[in-house]
């Protein structure tokens, strides 16, 4: 599976910005799918998961509240909407598919990935 992402650029704090992710390839319609996201240095982490159905998600302590993951029944585009961005939310943003159905956090459940795109909030 390949994947595209896009959407990342420069905010201010309180603004929004919205990713987007195309799979192509191998089908990604029956797979979960999530948003991770890493800052220089530091570890990759998890943002937002959601199912291959789009019927469940899972989010991040973090990011809970402001941003929404996304996709439509089946659909291999997923969608990550952030909204009142803080500087802290500064990072490369990557998009994985798993190889599970289900709405999934476990980096080790993600075997497809993205090139990431970069978002920058500025205080």
């Known amino acids: 599976v390949q994947l595209q992402a896009s959407g990342g650029g420069l905010v201010q704090t309180g603004g929004s910005l919205r990713l987007s992710c195309a799979a192509s390839?191998?089908?990604?319609?029956?797979?979960?799918m999530a948003w991770f996201r890493q800052v220089t240095g530091k570890e990759r982490e998890f943002v937002a998961g959601?199912?291959?159905?789009?019927?469940?998600?899972t989010y991040a302590d973090s990011v809970k509240g402001r941003f929404t993951i996304s996709r439509e029944y089946a659909a291999t585009t997923v969608y990550l909407q952030m909204n009142n961005l803080k500087p802290e939310d500064t990072a490369v943003y990557y998009c994985a598919v798993s190889r599970r159905a289900f709405a999934s956090r476990r980096m080790a459940d993600f075997g497809s990935w993205g090139q990431g795109t970069l978002v920058t909030v500025s205080s």
């Open positions: 959601i199912s291959w159905n789009g019927g469940s998600s």
């Open positions: 390839g191998r089908t990604a319609s029956n797979n979960g």
